[in-house]
């Protein structure tokens, strides 16, 4: 594990001196950072997990606690905030924060079996098995309040199979329940009665008419806004009037949902890129800004035309189209130009328009990104390149804040120097520069 002093000293890729971080803004940082992949949790090629477990006893308790809920209320993390509660759990200076703590960064009941994973994570054993350590008191505490908080579809929804099921948590913790109805859905849970939920997987599973479902489950507001565009070439088949579909598309909750997901959709559902689009301007109206001016540059050369990887549909141009259109609309002020061959600025359309714009701006040739950033780059300016980066020629360093998104990186991370590199595709990517630049300054 990496050693940690009082003062971070901070340097960029090329090993020399930059900004110095105090512990606490480095937590932060960390933190930050899992918004991009917090499954992995890379950074510049060191675990941001061991960042995270070096720095929580070098933070002071209450802020400690306050970026684990930050982290879970604010950036909408689920893992991370876990991990920093189960490392405040192994210190005694923090240890009398963790119910509390606990007790609000769970907001799922599948949370609370994650969060025993991650406890029990340290302790393998020869053959991968948890060694299951005694849990501290706190964590029992914060765990039984945590429970209290769900109902029984909740329960049912997220009981799933694995090492730890909710019913271990409640042996574990011996909560007690609210009320006597409380109990009895807790003794249903136990005896693993519980009624299976009500969710458009069950339903569509279960062989039933697929017309009739769907409309029962728009209905009763059962299906999510991702599982409505998941499912949407789904319920054309199945003949659900368009009237139907287009309100669902209208009244359905959009803040987690991100442009590029709407892109993929219309490309199958062509018919509906009025309200797909509406939806798409919605969801991104309550973004963090970017303040000043803003440059952005979009590879659109051959290779962008690719799959994003072998699991995904998505091309790499409908990635960086998505994170523009997000860009656009986000940037107080805004230039947008592709490169190929050449450079072409575009006029800052919106929504689809500009997805539009972006592809048809020129041929799809080679990648001469050294070329475009010398040609558009200028002080003052931030400039965000969205790219794969099989570039023909050698890139400068940026003049003012760059940020370099290679989109088709396999390998994930991000990389201060010159650039601010981020390798691997990442929905959160702008939410994270602007969130970067607060935290920077």
Wanted: aromatic share 6%; glycine share 6%.
């Amino acid at each position: 594990m990496a050693t940690i002093n009082k003062i971070m000293r901070a340097f960029t890729r090329e090993g020399a001196r930059s900004k110095r971080f105090t512990p606490e803004m480095e937590l932060r940082r960390a933190l930050l950072n899992c918004l991009l992949w917090e499954n992995q949790f890379y950074e510049d090629g060191v675990a941001i997990a061991d960042r995270i477990k070096a720095l929580v006893p070098l933070v002071a308790p209450e802020r400690t606690a306050e970026l684990a809920i930050a982290a879970r209320e604010t950036m909408k993390l689920r893992h991370a905030p876990l991990l920093v509660v189960r490392e405040m759990a192994r210190h005694p200076t923090h240890r009398g924060l963790v119910a509390d703590t606990l007790a609000r960064v769970i907001q799922r009941p599948d949370e609370m079996t994650e969060l025993l994973a991650i406890y029990w994570a340290d302790a393998l054993g020869p053959q991968q098995q948890r060694k299951r350590q005694p849990v501290s008191a706190q964590i029992k505490k914060g765990l039984a309040r945590a429970l209290t908080k769900f109902d029984a579809y909740q329960l049912a929804k997220y009981d799933r199979d694995g090492a730890v099921r909710i019913k271990d948590v409640l042996f574990l913790v011996h909560a007690k329940p609210k009320d006597a109805a409380q109990e009895k859905v807790w003794k249903q849970l136990v005896d693993g009665e519980l009624a299976s939920p009500d969710t458009w997987e069950v339903s569509l599973s279960s062989g039933k008419d697929k017309r009739g479902t769907f409309e029962r489950l728009i209905a009763k507001n059962r299906l999510g806004g991702l599982a409505l565009l998941r499912n949407l070439r789904l319920m054309q088949k199945a003949e659900v009037p368009r009237r139907t579909i287009a309100e669902a598309i209208d009244a359905m909750r959009t803040d987690r949902i991100l442009p590029y997901r709407f892109i993929t959709v219309a490309r199958y559902a062509p018919d509906f890129e009025p309200e797909l689009e509406a939806a798409m301007l919605k969801s991104v109206k309550d973004y963090a800004r970017l303040d000043g001016r803003t440059r952005l540059l979009i590879d659109v050369s051959g290779s962008m035309f690719s799959p994003l990887s072998a699991q995904s549909e998505m091309t790499r141009a409908e990635a960086a189209c998505g994170l523009a259109i997000l860009a656009r609309e986000v940037c107080d002020e805004v230039e947008i130009f592709t490169f190929s061959n050449e450079v072409v600025k575009l006029p800052p359309r919106r929504g689809f328009a500009l997805r539009d714009a972006i592809i048809g701006s020129q041929p799809h040739g080679g990648t001469y990104l050294g070329k475009a950033v010398t040609e558009i780059d200028r002080k003052g300016d931030r400039l965000i390149v969205f790219t794969d980066e099989q570039s023909h020629d050698q890139v400068p360093a940026p003049k003012g804040r760059g940020y370099m998104v290679n989109v088709a990186s396999y390998q994930h991370g991000v990389g201060h120097g010159p650039w601010t590199r981020v390798d691997g595709f990442s929905e959160a990517v702008i939410a994270w520069i602007a969130a970067s630049e607060q935290t920077m300054h």
